[in-house]
Nanobody
């Protein structure tokens, strides 16, 4: 079974940057989409971006495309999300998840990591 571990969150000042990591294991043959999602206090979870594990194709939501960058290592087992020019409204728990469907829809993701907290101070 796929297992994911997110890390790299922390406290950062507005305008700063962070790089989140998501390390995965237990992948079967075939490609996966590894997605990043976030959930701010009192809000629902929202999609950020995904990258395909094998081919490295990326997709960004409108809110993420200008400041966030998703990438992967050569093996496709560690996925990164670089957050730049951070704003207080980026404060959230960031989750990585895996899907057999190349989709940004969180309902298509069945394997989830535990989340890492990002706090942006003003």
């Amino acid at each position: 079974e796929v297992q994911l571990q997110a890390s790299g969150g922390g406290l950062v000042q507005a305008g700063g940057s962070l790089r989140l990591s998501c390390t995965g294991s237990g992948f079967a043959d075939g490609d996966y989409a590894i997605g990043w999602f976030r959930q701010a206090p009192t809000k629902g979870r929202e999609a950020v971006a995904y990258i395909t594990k094998s081919a490295g194709r990326t997709y960004y939501t409108e809110s993420a495309k200008d400041r966030f960058t998703v990438s992967r290592d050569a093996a496709g087992t560690t996925i990164y999300l670089r957050l730049a020019s951070l704003k207080p409204e980026d404060t959230a728990v960031y989750y990585c998840a895996a899907s057999n469907i190349m989709s940004i829809n969180e309902d298509d993701y069945h394997y989830w990591g535990q989340g890492t907290q990002v706090t942006v101070s003003s």
